[in-house]
């Protein structure tokens, strides 16, 4: 099965609110933890990253910590806008360099 | 800046013809990945290859093979196209580092009639 989790969306917030969209992995030992963004008609660009554990990545307002106790990488935002609106993939690694994606969170973002 | 090309946006086959999905990345990456995405499903990986005339079985490989004759190009081959095949193709690459990220092409979106 899937051993990255996100929560389903879609998200709907109002320009301005705050984000946060879960994400939970299951591993053996530490893998390297990745948000991508994918934008209407684009493929996925990376968002952020952490390698390990209690590092936090950030980018463009985004961020996230990966948490080992939790086995969580929660991708927060203080303000969103409506130009953040895409759809969140949460991904670890596998076999070396592969990743393992979940299945997405769509981010609706009005203003 | 990576780049990934994927030669064809749209496509749309028919049952039963051999189709091919090409891709080529600019930056000298040891490593392609071929994968379909699928509303409700996410990103499954099909099949990997870490360097010229090597590859490896991704999660759902049935139904597909790949090619690497040059490192700079990694087709994807339906042998035989069916209507379950009918998704979004994204091809990606990465350099030969673990936790490096991987860098997308935009995608080919087929469809099998």
């Known amino acids: 099965g899937n051993s990255v989790t996100q929560m389903e969306g879609p998200v709907t917030l109002s320009e301005e609110a705050f984000l946060t969209i879960n994400c939970t992995y299951t591993a053996t030992g530490y893998p390297s933890l990745f948000w991508y963004v994918q934008y209407p008609g684009e493929g996925l660009q990376l968002l952020l990253k952490a390698t390990k554990a209690d590092d936090k990545g950030s980018n463009k307002g985004f961020e996230a910590t990966y948490r080992k106790e939790t086995t969580s990488f929660h991708l927060e935002k203080g303000s969103v806008q409506v130009s953040d609106s895409a759809v969140y993939f949460c991904a670890r690694n596998q076999a070396g360099t592969a990743l393992i994606f979940g299945k997405g969170t769509t981010l609706s973002v009005s203003s | 800046d990576v780049k990934v090309t994927q030669s064809s946006r749209y496509l749309v086959k028919r049952t039963g013809e051999k189709v091919f999905l090409e891709c080529v990345q600019d930056?000298?990456?040891?490593?392609m990945f071929w994968y379909r995405q699928d509303p409700g499903l996410g990103l499954r990986l099909i099949y990997f290859s870490y360097d010229v005339k090597m590859k490896e079985k991704g999660d759902i490989p049935e139904g597909y093979s790949v090619s690497r004759e040059k490192k700079e190009r990694f087709s994807l081959i339906l042998e035989s196209a069916s209507t379950n095949q009918t998704s979004m193709y994204l091809c990606?690459?990465?350099?030969?580092?673990?936790?490096?990220?991987?860098?997308f092409g935009n995608g080919t979106r087929l469809t099998v009639t």
């Open positions: 930056m000298d990456h040891e490593n």
């Open positions: 990606a690459s990465s350099p030969g580092t673990v936790n490096s990220p991987l860098h």
